[in-house]
């Protein structure tokens, strides 16, 4: 793996280098390996994630190294560089019609496509669910046990390579067309309402206690988040801008299952 990865880090830094078959091989190697998930763009490291770059850049090389093919399914034609992923019976992933996941991610196995799509280099871990029109970015991490709602967007980030990806950990529930982008991280066990909205600005807050604790790009464990809105003024006037609501936390003395149902009773949130 060392030499891999030092043939990657040449070829990175000079372009030139990718008409070599060396190259060539170790980045197809590369991404096998992420198809297979034995490696992965990021790993958790104690409470922390390390971002393997490296395997980013392997990823970019990817594409200029491929010609453009098509893919006959009858009745539909696809024109890309990427192929499809294939073999999922083997793998124990259920792919309901239309769903659709690129050569080079990593599906565990338990995991239930509905009609969706998973990017290059995301990793969707055992026993998650990706429902319909739901989308993994590239380079996305999705946890054990993770929902996935219905048109839900988990953004995708290759450039530039240091850059976290978007990390759902795991026992997560992400309310319908709810949006995380920007490498934000949601903390296992937490519950996000539908339309949630988080980027790397997004004002995260805590309104659970009594005086607001105030977080960005992360959202605590166990947390219960629903859209809100506070009050900036501009040049024009005083408007109301965007944010998230942490209402309260699940129970962690409860089952998991329990636990999520109590907690939209409990805070009336909408999913």
């Known amino acids: 793996?060392?030499?891999?990865?030092q043939i990657i880090d040449k070829a990175w830094e000079n372009k030139s280098l990718l008409k070599e078959k060396e190259v060539q091989d170790a980045i197809e190697q590369t991404i096998a390996l992420l198809d297979r998930g034995e490696i992965r763009v990021a790993e958790p490291v104690t409470r922390y994630w390390k971002?393997?770059?490296w395997i980013k850049k392997a990823v970019i090389l990817y594409f200029p190294i491929r010609k453009m093919e098509t893919t006959v399914l009858p009745p539909f034609e696809f024109h890309d560089k990427i192929p499809l992923k294939t073999g999922?019976?083997?793998?124990?992933?259920?792919?309901?019609?239309?769903?659709?996941?690129?050569?080079?991610?990593?599906l565990a196995p338990g995991v239930i496509m509905m009609p969706s799509y998973v990017n290059i280099g995301a990793y969707v871990d055992e026993g998650s669910m990706v429902d319909t029109w739901a989308t993994v970015g590239s380079c996305a991490q999705v946890g054990k046990r993770v929902h996935l709602s219905g048109g839900v967007g988990i953004g995708g980030v290759l450039e530039p390579v240091q850059a976290a990806p978007v990390i759902i950990e795991d026992?997560?529930?992400?309310?319908?067309?709810?949006?995380?982008?920007?490498?934000v991280r949601v903390e296992h066990e937490a519950v996000l309402g539908a339309n949630v909205v988080l980027t790397q600005s997004t004002r995260i807050i805590d309104v659970s206690e009594k005086e607001p604790k105030e977080y960005r790009g992360l959202v605590p464990e166990r947390s219960v988040v629903i859209p809100g809105s506070y009050t900036k003024s501009f040049p024009a006037g005083k408007y109301q801008v965007a944010c998230a609501l942490i209402i309260g936390k699940r129970k962690a003395s409860t089952d998991r299952k329990t636990s999520l149902n109590d907690a939209l009773r409990e805070f009336h949130v909408s999913v």
């Open 1 to 5: 793996m060392k030499e891999i990865i």
């Open 51 to 53: 971002v393997n770059t």
């Open 88 to 106: 999922y019976q083997q793998k124990g992933v259920r792919i309901v019609p239309h769903a659709i996941a690129r050569y080079g991610s990593y």
């Open 171 to 183: 026992d997560c529930f992400i309310g319908s067309r709810s949006i995380v982008v920007e490498g």
